[in-house]
């Protein structure tokens, strides 16, 4: 062989080595590029993903407040209705002992002329005493009425007359006395207004 011809073959061999090189780095290329692809793809599928995830667990916290809120609220709710029951539980039977101080008070209006009716108007007059600081102990009040405007939150007008001594819609008498317990009016006083 001569020197030329082998030069010549030794330059073939090395453009096919450069173009298989070529080649297995196209191929390289090719197959880092759909790699590339791939892990974009499992990137973005990964994120939406991560989003659709973000968003549920955002939604079930928003559904936790809410039930927490409700439960709140209903326990709040609950603790107010047994304290009112607690508060008032003893307003049936004041409403029964109401008119035993209106009699007590009758009584009490009676003139005692002997001995024994004065000493029996006295114990009446402690009875009576005692029956009030019960009812004090549970918030009792009377309700004002007299000289006072006329409100028909706590006043229950029978009747309207003239009056020189009060103004229009000022109460003039009591005929029956009202009550409230801890605020609440549980009789109303039956009043006269002036017209």
Same mark, same amino acid.
């Given at each position: ?39 974009? $793809? ?40 047994? $304290? ?78 003239p009056s020189d001594e009060f103004e229009s ?27």
């Amino acid at each position: 062989m001569t020197a030329d011809h082998q030069n010549g073959h030794e330059q073939e061999e090395v453009l096919e080595e450069k173009s298989v090189d070529s080649a297995q780095t196209e191929d390289n290329e090719s197959t880092e590029s759909n790699e590339d692809e791939v892990l974009n $793809a499992e990137i973005v599928e990964e994120s939406s993903e991560g989003t659709d995830l973000q968003k549920e667990i955002e939604a079930l916290k928003a559904s936790e407040l809410r039930i927490r809120a409700d439960f709140d609220n209903f326990r709040r709710r609950t603790n107010e209705e047994n $304290a009112k029951r607690v508060k008032f539980a003893s307003q049936s039977v004041i409403e029964k002992l109401i008119p035993l101080i209106d009699n007590f008070e009758r009584a009490l209006q009676v003139q005692a002329t002997s001995e024994d009716a004065k000493q029996i108007q006295s114990g009446v007059d402690m009875i009576h005493r005692q029956l009030l600081d019960v009812l004090n102990a549970e918030q009792v009040e009377v309700i004002e009425a007299v000289g006072q405007p006329f409100d028909p939150n706590f006043h229950q007008a029978v009747m309207q007359e003239p009056s020189d001594e009060f103004e229009s819609g000022i109460v003039t008498m009591e005929l029956q006395k009202g009550y409230t317990m801890h605020g609440r009016v549980i009789r109303p006083s039956m009043v006269k207004v002036a017209e």
